[in-house]
T-cell receptor, first 113, second 111 residues
Framework: NAGVTQTPKFQVLKTGQSMTLQCAQD?????MYWYRQDPGMGLRLIYY???????DKGEVPNGYNVSRLNKREFSLRLESAAPSQTSVYFC????????????FGPGTRLTVT | KQEVTQIPAALSVPEGENLVLNCSFT??????LQWFRQDPGKGLTSLLL?????REQTSGRLNASLDKSSGRSTLYIAASQPGDSATYLC??????????FGQGTELSVKP
């Protein structure tokens, strides 16, 4: 059982470049989440998808877009990367939002120069 | 607005010691609280989820308690081992049901 998987593990972008972070879960969970983790700021919610076909903004959505491709996959896109988006990005899933345990992926470490 | 605070930010103990990690939250109208472990460079591993109807939840050497009235949760680790060294995070939901994380306590257990 792979749980929550994320690709890539590491990425370096130049300012203005775009990229998509991929996330997939094999636990048949309904809800999926994207967080970023920054020193001194902790983990903050970027976007979430309570169920297939729905997405909503979290605390820090500016500069990001998401797609819930199907029940398994939830991608995060940076259209025009900025140095302020240098961070570690985590995807998570839960059976259903919000009462259930969240399970996290291993993270993507992104550097924007 | 839900705010989650963890004190201390870092803790160093000798192997074998029992220890308590603290978590406080400002909005006590929560229906659960979750404790996570994070190893350096890794993702978060869920340790325990306490529902609001529960006072305690146990898993092996870990015991988490929840006191909604005082806005506090504690994670008790018995007989600590060097392998317990990691950052421990607690998270409580806000009114919209989204998890708000504390800054974490970095635990170091010395052999």
């Amino acid at each position: 059982n792979a749980g929550v998987t994320q690709t890539p593990k590491f990425q370096v972008l130049k300012t203005g470049q775009s990229m998509t972070l991929q996330c997939a879960q094999d636990m048949n969970h309904n809800s999926m989440y994207w967080y970023r983790q920054d020193p001194g700021m902790g983990l903050r919610l970027i976007y979430y998808s309570a169920s297939e076909g729905t997405t909503d903004k979290g605390e820090v959505p500016n500069g990001y877009n998401v797609s819930r491709l199907n029940k398994r996959e939830f991608s995060l896109r940076l259209e025009s990367a900025a140095p302020s988006q240098t961070s570690v990005y985590f995807c998570a899933s839960s059976v259903r939002d919000p009462h259930y345990e969240q399970y996290f992926g291993p993270g993507t470490r992104l550097t924007v120069t | 607005k839900q705010e989650v605070t963890q004190i201390p930010a870092a803790l160093s103990v000798p192997e074998g010691e029992n220890l308590v990690l603290n978590c406080s939250f400002t909005d006590s109208a929560i229906y659960n609280l979750q404790w996570f472990r994070q190893d350096p460079g890794k993702g978060l591993t869920s340790l325990l989820l306490i529902q609001s109807s529960q006072r305690e939840q146990t898993s092996g050497r870990l015991n988490a308690s929840l006191d909604k009235s005082s806005g506090r949760s504690t994670l008790y680790i018995a007989a600590s081992q060097p392998g317990d060294s990691a950052t421990y995070l607690c998270a409580a939901p806000n009114q919209g049901g989204k998890l708000i994380f504390g800054q974490g306590t970095e635990l170091s257990v010395k052999p």
